[in-house]
């Protein structure tokens, strides 16, 4: 439920109000804004990885493109190193 209703461009504080009113009609405990928060965070976080990883993938194929076919195998190495990345960030 959470993830169907987030969106990137509203507030943690707004999906917390969303998610809270969607599990009161669905008869649900609403749950707590502070859990709400952080499942949130954690989901923006891993599309933020997501995306990352195939936009170096993407960079590499294309990098390669010109001269050959680009190979499957150093584009997933290259979006394994983007999530790394990120991951390394994120713990700064």
Do not use: C, F, W
């Not at 709400?36 to 990883?53: F, G, K, S, T």
């Not at 050959?68 to 190495?77: F, L, S």
Request: aromatic share 2%; proline share 3%.
């Amino acid at each position: 439920m959470i993830e169907a209703l987030d969106d990137e461009e509203l507030t943690l504080a707004e999906i917390a109000r969303r998610v809270g009113s969607a599990a009161e009609r669905a008869g649900m405990t609403r749950p707590s804004p502070v859990h709400v928060h952080a499942l949130v965070a954690e989901l923006r976080l891993q599309r933020a990885e997501d995306r990352e990883a195939r936009r170096a993938a993407l960079e590499e194929m294309t990098r390669r493109l010109p001269y050959a076919i680009g190979n499957a195998y150093e584009a997933e190495t290259a979006a394994v190193l983007a999530r790394e990345r990120v991951r390394a960030r994120r713990k700064r």
